[in-house]
């Protein structure tokens, strides 16, 4: 594979990568591992929470978190200076999310086929307890209405889910979604429109 | 704009994603309209419902994802970059495990050992070594064992000459080149090593060097060969050797040798990455402090490695 040349400064100021984010990228390319790893703290927290709400176990949020670091390492000499680091970035973690919760959801639904004959598995076991927030919000989110979203989360394509999660509690733009995902700024809404929709049905009683 | 496109909107207009024309627009309907207000309300509460179950990754789980990604990052193959382009430069792929070459010589050293030990020692319980043919300088050629209960073995006798004559001399270094890659007794190996120091700067002897500094099972055999190298240590062969000891032997002793051999000579800083490599998986203390030291004087970094 021919390495690319290292593009002017001029390319990384016009794509709007800062300056400290290019000398890690540049170093991290050139095999400095202590480089990546600082170029990794620039973004792994929010990388880590997409995983978590998406699959909503640690665990697997960690697997995510290793998979798309170690591809981001394994193909930086493939990013192209000129573009932007954090879309490049998220649209190989978003690859690797569509993957683990497509995988998930075949265990899943397998596994609930398993369990008719007993009955419905109760959706809130292994849900972690939502963060500390105001009264009114906690009182809110009583267990009914907690098992309900997550029961509409799940109903949600993989797709639908992440274009959900990319929006609502990461707040990216919907044109930047659609960049990620290879589809177009009217696809990433289609399928937000989708997901909310599901998710009103499902909580026409509670909301 | 009619309630059908305001209530497919409303996400669109709690994220923002409206355009301003269709934000005023979708404002005025629902001034205006009862179910659309209904609908936002609806739709405001199921947003402060999600918001509620959003989840923050805790920092003990983050660190452990860091630490994880970290010791994954050591076994990873690096991309192409400097150490791809120092491997390629040393002929060898960087990342590789230690010792493949030498793992499997030492396994068949071991391997001859036994079965030698079966062989010579045999059942009748004498001590290696004492058979006849090693002892006697003859190698057996035929066996046939005779009715009467006898044997015949045919026997290849070397007859042993002794010659005399300076290092130097090309008959005399011939049979010290040889002797430095086939004697089984590696103090003749080393011996003949050191009888050769003085012709290290011809082509031969410089081979013979590399390559028992490289390839000889015997520790004290390569320390031999190092030592006859180290005038040559600024030539590019020797360093690119050099540094394959540093990545590949099995000796502490000449992994130090190593360091200290290509980090006096000029064009030290080629090393860094070699020297970053090897305190990344080394894992003896006194190897990896001497590698930090070396890494301290060419202020180059340590780091998290």
Known sequence: MTPQPEPPPAAEAAAGVSLEEAALIRAARNGDQEAFERLVRLYDRSVLGLALNLLRSPEDAQEVYQEAFLRVYKNLHLFRADSNFHTWLYRIVTNVALDYLRKRKVRREAAAAAETPEGERDRLEGVPEPRALGDPQRALLNRELACRLEGALESLTARERLVFELRHYQGLRLRAIGQMLGASEEAAKTCLFRATRKMRAALRDFV | ??????????????????????????????????????????????????????????????????????????????????????????????????????????????????????????????????????????????????????????????????????????????????????????????ESLELLRGGAGQPGVRRALLEALEHDPNPGVRMKALEALRPFAAEVEVRQALARVLLADANPGLRVQAIDLLTQQGGREAFIGLLQELLNREENSYVRLRCRRALEELNASVGTF
């Open chain 2, 1 to 190: 704009m009619n309630c059908e496109t305001v209530q497919r909107d409303l996400p669109l207009f709690l994220y923002g994603e409206l355009s301003l024309e269709d934000e005023q627009a979708l404002q005025d309907h629902v001034e205006a309209c009862a179910a659309c207000r209904l609908a936002l309300e609806g739709e405001r509460r199921l947003h402060a419902a999600l918001e509620a179950r959003a989840l923050e990754p805790s920092a003990e789980l983050l660190a452990a994802c860091r630490r994880r990604l970290s010791l994954s990052l050591r076994a990873a193959e690096r991309p192409a970059g400097r150490m791809a382009r120092l491997a390629a430069w040393l002929g060898m792929r960087a990342g590789g495990p230690r010792l493949p070459a030498r793992a499997a010589a030492a396994a068949a050293l071991v391997a001859l050992g036994f079965f030698g030990a079966r062989w010579s020692g045999g059942p009748s319980g004498l001590p290696a070594r004492e058979g006849p043919a090693e002892s006697q300088g003859a190698r057996i050629r035929f066996l046939e064992p005779d009715p009467a209960g006898r044997v015949r073995i045919a026997l290849e006798e070397v007859r042993r000459r002794v010659i005399t004559g300076r290092p130097e001399e090309d008959r005399v270094q011939r049979l010290l080149l040889a002797a430095s890659r086939e004697a089984a007794d590696p103090g003749l190996r080393a």
